[in-house]
């Protein structure tokens, strides 16, 4: 990689990975058009600038943070089951990684969705993510699982998991922001020790390009959130259905034309 191909991924990195539109997807149409061969410091790397993201949402709601206990105990309920699920089908989820057909579909299928969503949750009536009960948190985390599937979108599936709970659209965002910290936190810290029990070291070259990534990301990842809490409070998910629908169709085409896309 390049610190061309650095800036371009952890930019899409800060912009996708709290919307509802799958980060995946977009990974895979810039390696595929910048030509990034993938390796084990790209597959180390499109994992790790997840941690410049996370700091975004601890700097961004630093005080809802350091509120309470319980708040912590709710977030680790709604964690729980990404533990469960991953620890179960690690094979599967690996097996899915390697077909972008799987992701362009994804994509397709949650923009339909996203296109009805707000039709579908009206009787919202929880305006405070820390307003939610255990039980809730608990049924956001396992809509969280449905993320394992690529191109299915993190945020997406919690997003719309608190909605099916009766939370407002605005604070079922804020609680996948919240989700986000120790899900994808864990989801670096594993992919490090992978990276390492495996014999590969980090040159200085590359952390230095982690560190740009990190950097960028947090940078664009602070906007991206401030950003779509006002956007989605005011119009809702149909612009994001049709995006989905539009990147998912991208994919398809580039595989239907022969382009060999992998997710990196």
């Keep these: 990689?390049?610190?061309?191909?650095?800036?371009?991924?952890?930019?899409?990195?800060?912009?996708?990975?709290?919307?509802?539109?799958?980060?995946?997807?977009?990974?895979i149409i810039a390696s595929s058009l910048m030509g990034i061969q993938s390796d084990n410091f790209v597959k180390l790397f499109t994992v790790a600038i997840q941690?410049?993201?996370?700091?975004?949402?601890?700097?961004?709601?630093?005080?809802?943070?350091?509120?309470?206990?319980?708040?912590?105990?709710?977030?680790?309920v709604a964690f729980i089951p990404a533990v469960i699920f991953g620890l179960l089908f690690s094979d599967k989820i690996d097996e899915l990684l390697e077909s972008p057909m799987t992701v362009a579909v994804s994509l397709l299928i949650g923009g339909?969705?996203?296109?009805?969503?707000?039709?579908?949750?009206?009787?919202?009536?929880?305006?405070?993510?820390?307003?939610?009960?255990?039980?809730?948190?608990?049924?956001?985390?396992?809509?969280?699982?449905?993320?394992?599937i690529p191109g299915v979108s993190r945020s997406g599936a919690s997003i719309v998991g608190?909605?099916?709970?009766?939370?407002?659209?605005?604070?079922?965002?804020?609680?996948?922001?919240?989700?986000?910290?120790?899900?994808?936190?864990?989801?670096?810290?594993?992919?490090?020790?992978?990276?390492?029990?495996?014999g590969h070291t980090i040159t200085s070259q590359e952390l230095n390009l982690l560190l740009i990534g990190n950097v960028i990301g947090f940078i664009v990842a602070l906007i991206a959130i401030k950003s779509f809490?006002?956007?989605l409070t005011k119009h809702g998910f149909r612009v994001f259905g049709i995006y989905r629908i539009v990147v998912g169709a991208i994919i398809i085409v580039l595989i239907l034309s022969g382009h060999s896309l992998k997710v990196i």
């Design 1 to 27: 990689m390049n610190i061309f191909e650095v800036i371009v991924l952890a930019i899409i990195e800060g912009l996708t990975e709290f919307l509802p539109v799958s980060s995946t997807g977009h990974m």
């Design 51 to 76: 941690l410049g993201t996370i700091l975004s949402v601890v700097v961004l709601y630093f005080k809802r943070f350091f509120r309470t206990f319980e708040f912590y105990f709710k977030l680790l």
């Design 112 to 148: 339909i969705i996203l296109l009805f969503v707000d039709k579908w949750f009206k009787d919202a009536n929880v305006d405070d993510a820390d307003q939610i009960s255990y039980p809730t948190a608990l049924k956001i985390g396992v809509f969280q699982c449905l993320a394992m």
């Design 162 to 198: 608190g909605m099916t709970q009766k939370l407002t659209r605005k604070a079922a965002a804020e609680f996948s922001f919240f989700l986000a910290v120790p899900t994808m936190f864990a989801a670096t810290a594993k992919k490090l020790f992978d990276f390492y029990k495996d």
């Design 229 to 231: 809490i006002g956007f």
